[in-house]
């Protein structure tokens, strides 16, 4: 009958040995057991030898195989020294602590971030904060190629790199964050040429672009981040560090606040020139154009003066030749018709007088282009001179 059928009333353990009713078997009861069986396998003694040998066998098949994620790649060391590098997967290797794994992530973009002061190539100093982050390409040359944490060399190569992209730039190209470069539109001087052919052509107003050297033309912040990070892998690349830049910013770029007061002071005074300069151009685009106009219908208006004088000039000239032509052919004729035309002009812009006086003197007096105090000032000397004519017994001077 077993041990546990119903009617036993619970008087026989597994290994059918009566025990007391009532009490439960122990820790101690089921170590003390344990014991009694593998001595019983192993003879006495040899039990804790089988013991062991059962814990190394568990060890052995717990540590001969590992699993690499697929984030990950694994390293391993026989005896402390590089073997080979496990991709992800299920591997098998040798068990501990003849084979050991290192697992390192290398999908991971991990970051290091920094701040530093230096010079700019103009002896201004200015304040960066920089941010790297970075990946690891190879595991092996991660773990064992630097002497130090790779953080540490990472940052201090950064900072290596930060120093010589600012130290070759003057502080304005850092402090710029756009793209764009400034380029000043001013007119163009006008030349005598401009001037005679804008006769031709409606007047239009032409800048050219001022000339700005090379040298000082604004670089993007993006251009200095590009040529940091160039600098950065390179020295990794030199260091054979395993490692893989993939981004360097700027968070932060400023003068220190020591000297903030007087950067912001300078700042001040550059855009009140920048406007003043702005204001100019606006003002010269405006008066420019309007000289040019005017200069343009002055010049007009003379070639066309030039050409009405020219006109008249060659028909008072052909007029004269004809009325040459017609002399030569009867001159007392067309002498008679040019003092007749002549008299027939003068008399045609003057007032008519006829003389009824029976050939008596007449005084002719414009009164139709006579002011106010001119008609009054006549009138007196007309009545004096009736004055005078009464006195003289009513005679007048014959001619």
Do not use: C
């Amino acid at each position: 009958m077993a041990w546990n059928e119903p009617g036993n009333n619970g008087q026989r353990d597994p290994w059918n040995r009566n025990r007391q009713p009532g009490n439960k078997p122990g820790l101690e009861d089921m170590l003390k057991q344990l014991r009694n069986r593998f001595g019983k396998l192993g003879g006495g003694a040899g039990g804790i030898f089988t013991i062991l040998l059962a814990f190394v066998i568990v060890w052995v098949g717990m540590s001969s195989f590992t699993i690499v994620d697929a984030r990950q790649a694994g390293v391993v060391l026989r005896f402390g020294k590089y073997a080979r590098t496990l991709q992800p997967g299920f591997h098998l290797k040798a068990p501990s602590p003849i084979e050991t794994v290192t697992k390192v992530g290398t999908t991971e973009i991990r970051s290091v971030s920094d701040k530093v002061r230096m010079l700019t190539s103009d002896e201004n100093i200015i304040s960066v904060d920089f941010n790297v982050q970075y990946q690891v390409s190879d595991a092996r040359k991660f773990l064992f190629s630097l002497s130090g944490p790779p953080e540490d060399t990472l940052r201090q190569a950064a900072e290596a790199a930060v120093r010589t992209v600012v130290g070759a730039n003057v502080m304005d190209n850092i402090l710029t964050s756009q793209g764009t470069e400034a380029v000043a539109a001013v007119p163009a001087p006008a030349s005598a040429s401009s001037v005679a052919s804008a006769s031709s052509a409606p007047a239009v107003a032409t800048v050219a672009p001022a000339a700005i050297p090379a040298s000082v033309k604004a670089q993007t912040r993006d251009t200095l981040q590009q040529q940091t990070r160039e600098i950065l892998q390179a020295t990794l690349d030199e260091y054979d560090a395993g490692l893989v830049v993939t981004d360097v910013s700027f968070q932060n770029v400023a003068p220190p606040q020591e000297v903030k007061d007087a950067f912001d002071d300078v700042n001040a005074a550059r855009e009140d020139k920048q406007g003043t300069e702005n204001n100019a151009r606006a003002y010269a685009s405006q008066v420019v154009p309007v000289a040019r106009g005017d200069a343009s219908r002055i010049a007009a208006e003379a070639q066309g003066y030039a050409a009405a004088r020219v006109a008249t000039a060659t028909g008072d000239a052909s007029r004269f030749n004809l009325i040459l032509k017609e002399y030569k052919a009867a001159p007392d004729v067309t002498r008679r018709r040019l003092w007749l035309e002549t008299v027939e002009d003068v008399m045609s812009n003057n007032p008519k007088v006829l003389d009824g006086s029976g050939g008596r003197n007449m005084i002719y007096l414009p009164l139709d282009r006579a002011t106010g105090k001119e008609v009054q000032g006549v009138g007196s000397v007309m009545q004096s001179a009736g004055s005078d004519s009464s006195l003289g017994g009513g005679k007048e001077k014959q001619p």
